[in-house]
Nanobody, 123 residues
Framework: QLRLVESGGGSVQAGGSLKLSCAAR????????MGWYRQAPGKEREFVSG???????KYADSVKGRFTISRDNAKNMVYLQMNSLKPEDTATYYC?????????????????WGQGTLVTVSS
């Protein structure tokens, strides 16, 4: 099975930076399309950024220009560099591998989520 483990969260002041890491273990060939999501207390989980196997990236409007997603396939790692952090960025951040239900490998059919890493940004 594929396992995802996030790290790098912490507490920073507004304007500061953090870099989150997502390590993939197990069925790492199921990590073509990866993403970062976040969930603040009392709110729905929301999309933050995504990166596909070709390196194409997407960003939520709220983080565009401040956050950068990247990956190192040789190390089975995905990163999220977060700059100019704002209090509204406070949330638990989750790494996700998109499942491919219609794909040829049944082992890659389900979405896989990490357990999350907490980011707290103070004013």
């Amino acid at each position: 099975q594929l396992r995802l483990v996030e790290s790098g969260g912490g507490s920073v002041q507004a304007g500061g930076s953090l870099k989150l890491s997502c390590a993939a273990r197990g069925y790492t060939y199921c990590t073509r399309n990866m993403g970062w999501y976040r969930q603040a207390p009392g709110k729905e989980r929301e999309f933050v950024s995504g990166i596909d196997g070709d390196g194409s990236t997407k960003y939520a409007d709220s983080v565009k220009g401040r956050f950068t997603i990247s990956r190192d396939n040789a190390k089975n790692m995905v990163y999220l560099q977060m700059n100019s952090l704002k209090p509204e960025d406070t949330a638990t951040y989750y790494c996700k591998a998109d499942g491919d239900f219609a794909g040829p490998d049944v082992m890659c059919s389900l979405d896989v989520w990490g357990q999350g890493t907490l980011v707290t940004v103070s004013s």
